[in-house]
């Protein structure tokens, strides 16, 4: 997003975390001047930042020319589940051998970080393994890589949100990251590339049951 407005950009980033917390609903419609009114922008960021999103499939346009917040689907999340495990475990490997000191203070703070949240606050779990996988991606020194994995994670987030109140296993879920901070300190990329593998794989599948049940 380097050559987009800057007005723009803050319009994209505050209609996507609409639409990720789901205060924007899925397949509800969108009226671009109460939006604007709303949010206090111009009708052009609120537009171009529209066309954006309608790249990230977030939003879709009718044939009929009406602009509306892209539902979600259960076999979303299997299809999003499948590559961001590959690529998530692909990132993690990467950090082993790449990460920076700098790199790894951060994965550190993080993990001290995580030591003082309590155990029932899921959004700041919630906020906090994002902010996790956020760090190993800058550590593996990939721009696209990182661009890629931001965006699986703004496909994912309603559903995550969705499931929200139900997310009582994130605590234990997210132990895993004091073993990946050890393994990529450590520069076993292969520990941390199994590690972040088996961590993907049961979020999501732990997902999937609740939103199914």
Same mark, same amino acid.
């Given at each position: 997003?380097?050559?987009?407005?800057v007005?723009?950009?803050?319009?994209?980033?505050?209609? +996507? @975390?609409l639409i990720?917390?789901?205060?924007?609903?899925?397949?509800? #419609?969108?009226d671009?001047?109460r939006l604007?009114?709303e949010?206090?922008?111009?009708?052009?960021p609120?537009r &171009?930042?529209?066309?954006l999103?309608?790249?990230?499939?977030l939003?879709?346009?009718s #044939?009929?020319?009406?602009? %509306?917040?892209?539902a979600?689907?259960?076999?979303?999340l299997r299809?999003i589940s499948e590559? @961001? @495990?590959?690529?998530e475990?692909?990132?993690? !490997?990467q950090a082993a051998? @790449?990460?920076?000191p700098?790199d790894l203070?951060?994965?550190?703070?993080?993990r001290?970080e995580?030591?003082?949240?309590? #155990?029932?606050?899921?959004?700041?779990w919630f906020?906090?393994?994002h902010k996790f996988?956020?760090?190993i991606a800058?550590?593996?020194?990939n721009?696209?890589?990182?661009?890629t994995?931001?965006r699986? %994670?703004?496909?994912?987030?309603r559903l995550w949100y969705l499931?929200? #109140? +139900?997310?009582? %296993?994130l605590p234990?879920?997210v132990e895993? +990251?004091?073993?990946?901070?050890?393994a990529i300190?450590s520069?076993d990329a292969?520990?941390? &590339?199994?590690?972040?593998s088996? +961590?993907v794989k049961? %979020?999501?599948d732990?997902v999937? !049951?609740?939103?199914?049940?």
């Amino acid at each position: 997003m380097e050559l987009i407005r800057v007005d723009t950009q803050k319009a994209y980033q505050r209609l +996507h @975390r609409l639409i990720a917390t789901l205060q924007l609903a899925p397949g509800s #419609p969108i009226d671009e001047g109460r939006l604007a009114q709303e949010l206090d922008m111009g009708l052009t960021p609120i537009r &171009e930042a529209l066309k954006l999103l309608v790249h990230d499939n977030l939003v879709e346009v009718s #044939p009929h020319g009406g602009i %509306f917040v892209s539902a979600v689907d259960l076999s979303d999340l299997r299809q999003i589940s499948e590559l @961001r @495990r590959l690529l998530e475990s692909f990132c993690a !490997q990467q950090a082993a051998l @790449r990460a920076t000191p700098d790199d790894l203070a951060i994965l550190e703070a993080l993990r001290q970080e995580q030591a003082a949240i309590p #155990p029932d606050d899921s959004q700041r779990w919630f906020d906090l393994d994002h902010k996790f996988h956020q760090a190993i991606a800058r550590a593996a020194h990939n721009k696209y890589l990182a661009q890629t994995l931001e965006r699986f %994670f703004g496909l994912s987030q309603r559903l995550w949100y969705l499931a929200l #109140p +139900h997310l009582g %296993f994130l605590p234990a879920s997210v132990e895993v +990251h004091l073993d990946l901070v050890d393994a990529i300190k450590s520069r076993d990329a292969g520990r941390a &590339e199994a590690l972040m593998s088996a +961590h993907v794989k049961d %979020f999501y599948d732990r997902v999937h !049951q609740i939103l199914q049940g």
